[in-house]
């Protein structure tokens, strides 16, 4: 049975992210470069395609993402048409300071000095939406008003000159259509934490690791994962670590989350969950279930 990963408001999210996408020229997609298709929000393409807006897509927090598979997603995406992708960090202030010329570039009929060029920024909760926002905006903060029409709190900023940076149209939850989709955007905290879940996520992380990355595995935990299945790669941190519980036993959800922590700091190395192949055997295998 599939996991209900989200209650779904997906009818008025879309609602919104329709009538805000009208009234802009360029859509800043931001994912996360670490799984770009995990936590992208097919809605977003969708609606862009049916309005026929060009995409800025950001890989965004590149600096925790393997670079090999970043290059090889954004070959992938620069194929589609009307998609220009790029790997940023938008911690990074040079690479936010980007966007606009790439924005530009993508929308050359606003370019003729009388009509201002109209951004908006979209994406699920925790890719770096905001970030990149504060990151845009050092340069110049100017609020030119709510959009009551839209929603209350989205906001429509003067990036001057003649540019305007909508942020994202009410909260837009990933598509979770697969569940190794949900497991990946666990592991990445780009989805709530749930203790019930952080075991099973931790060994979902863990088999892509050792399939992947057991070099880095072995560099940072200072094991052989050469024999190792994920419940015993959790173990075998847990042994290293010290995580025991009352009696001696080991306590495998420390053991977990020192795994999923390691992960999302970037400490264990740069690391990707998906490549475009990837997605598509686990596509393939999920639909001939
Ligand atoms: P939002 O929900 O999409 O607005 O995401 P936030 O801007 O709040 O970012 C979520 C988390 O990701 C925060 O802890 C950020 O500091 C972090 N973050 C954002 N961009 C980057 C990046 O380029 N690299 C890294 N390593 N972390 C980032």
Redesign the pocket.
């Known amino acids: 049975m599939s996991i209900q990963w989200f209650p779904g408001h997906m009818a008025s999210a879309r609602k919104k992210a329709a009538e805000a996408m009208a009234a802009i020229d360029v859509v800043i997609e931001?994912t996360d470069a670490r799984l770009p298709e995990a936590s992208g929000n097919p809605m977003i393409s969708e609606l862009r395609r049916f309005r026929n807006r060009p995409c800025l897509k950001l890989l965004?927090?590149a600096?925790?993402a393997d670079p090999a598979v970043t290059r090889v997603w954004m070959d992938f995406y620069n194929r589609q048409p009307g998609v220009k992708a790029v790997a940023?960090?938008?911690?990074n202030a040079s690479d936010a300071a980007r966007v606009p010329a790439l924005c530009r570039q993508l929308a050359p009929h606003r370019d003729d000095g009388t009509k201002p060029l109209r951004m908006m920024i979209m994406?699920i909760?925790?890719?770096?939406?905001?970030?990149l926002m504060n990151a845009l905006l050092k340069r110049k903060v100017a609020k030119v008003g709510d959009e009551p029409a839209v929603t209350k709190h989205q906001q429509t900023l003067d990036l001057g000159p003649g540019m305007t940076l909508t942020d994202t149209p009410g909260m837009m939850w990933p598509k979770i259509d697969y569940d190794p989709d949900g497991y990946m955007l666990a592991a990445s905290h780009a989805i709530g934490r749930n203790a019930v879940i952080d075991e099973e996520v931790a060994a979902f992380l863990g088999s892509i690791l050792l399939e992947r990355y057991p070099a880095l595995l072995a560099a940072r935990y200072r094991i052989d994962p050469s024999s190792l299945d994920a419940q015993a790669l959790v173990e075998a941190i847990g042994r290293r670590r010290g995580c025991l519980v009352k009696g001696g036993g080991l306590d495998l959800e420390k053991a977990s989350l020192i795994l999923l922590q390691d992960y999302r700091d970037?400490v264990i190395g740069r690391i990707s969950l998906e490549t475009p192949e990837s997605r598509a055997a686990m596509i393939a295998r999920i639909e001939t279930e």
């Open positions: 931001v965004n927090k600096d925790l940023v960090s938008a911690r994406g909760p925790n890719v770096g939406k905001s970030t970037g």
